[in-house]
């Protein structure tokens, strides 16, 4: 059985199932806690700007996974 690490918080994902328990994005993989924490950071971040634009949360959706992932 393949095993899969989160990641952000590297701890194992059993029985990876994509969609049910775990997300790829951008060649990473996420558990669910670490999606969440993803999308209210990207949330935080995206406070602190003006303007609200999909195009400008994608690129801080983004970085964010980029910063809990390296
Ligand atoms: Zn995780």
Do not use: W
């Not at 899969?4 to 951008?26: H, M, Q, W």
């Not at 950071?41 to 980029?66: D, F, P, S």
């Amino acid at each position: 059985m393949v095993q899969l690490f989160c990641d952000s918080c590297d701890k194992e994902i059993r029985k990876p199932s994509r969609g049910v328990n775990y997300i790829s994005l951008l060649g990473y993989d996420l558990c669910l806690p670490c999606r969440d924490d993803l999308t209210r950071q990207t949330g935080k971040a995206m406070h602190k700007k003006e303007a609200y634009q999909l195009k400008a949360y994608n690129g801080v959706y983004e970085q964010t996974l980029r910063r809990m992932c390296k």
